[in-house]
């Protein structure tokens, strides 16, 4: 993770300066948005990044929910963790880890399919992004790719899987003119 954090900032860093016409930020776009108005977004488009971020969160969320309903699960919220009670194959145990995931990714694709470029969309992007991501290091013991892993599946393929799945979704362009 240091390293891919060290290529990004040497990259960003070799992009251009304040000399140029124009600032680093006017050259790149998430999601179709221009950075620079990303940075310098108002308090209403910042509002409505957060409102993304937060919905791809409860999206990974309602995909479990959804998924145990559709299973007869059942199961209780505790926290931030679903607690499975009822018996069920390693194949629904592999598939009730995998919801929260693809239910993100698969909102994101209609997201993108549809050409929905906005600061909504911009910000659900990032926020699938980040936990995607950082899901191997805030879930150690616990949690969907463990769940994955102990019921037969291969959670390094999947996470990696995932990953790049949610950088393809940002779509994270550099376009000097």
């Not at 509002?47 to 209780?76: Q, R």
């Not at 018996?87 to 239910?103: C, I, N, P, W, Y």
């Not at 926020?127 to 291969?154: C, M, Q």
Request: charged share 20%; no cysteine; hydrophobic share 40%.
């Amino acid at each position: 993770m240091k390293k891919v954090i060290m290529i990004i900032s040497l990259m960003i860093l070799s992009f251009g300066s304040e000399s140029e016409a124009r600032k680093w930020t006017d050259n790149w776009t998430v999601n179709g948005v221009q950075l620079s108005k990303i940075t310098n977004s108002t308090q209403s488009e910042f509002a409505e990044l957060a409102a993304g971020f937060a919905t791809s969160f409860i999206v990974h969320w309602l995909g479990h929910v959804i998924y145990f309903e559709l299973y007869d699960a059942d199961w209780k919220q505790q926290g931030f963790k679903e607690i499975i009670y009822s018996e069920h194959s390693s194949s629904e145990f592999r598939k009730f880890g995998r919801a929260g995931f693809v239910s993100q990714l698969a909102v994101g694709s209609v997201f993108k399919l549809a050409g929905w470029n906005n600061h909504f969309t911009t910000g659900y992007h990032f926020g699938t992004f980040v936990e995607i991501t950082s899901y191997r290091f805030t879930h150690r013991k616990e949690g969907d790719l463990k769940l994955i892993d102990n019921n037969g599946g291969n959670s390094d393929l999947e996470y990696a899987i995932y990953t790049v799945s949610s950088i393809l979704l940002l779509d994270i362009r550099y376009a000097k003119d």
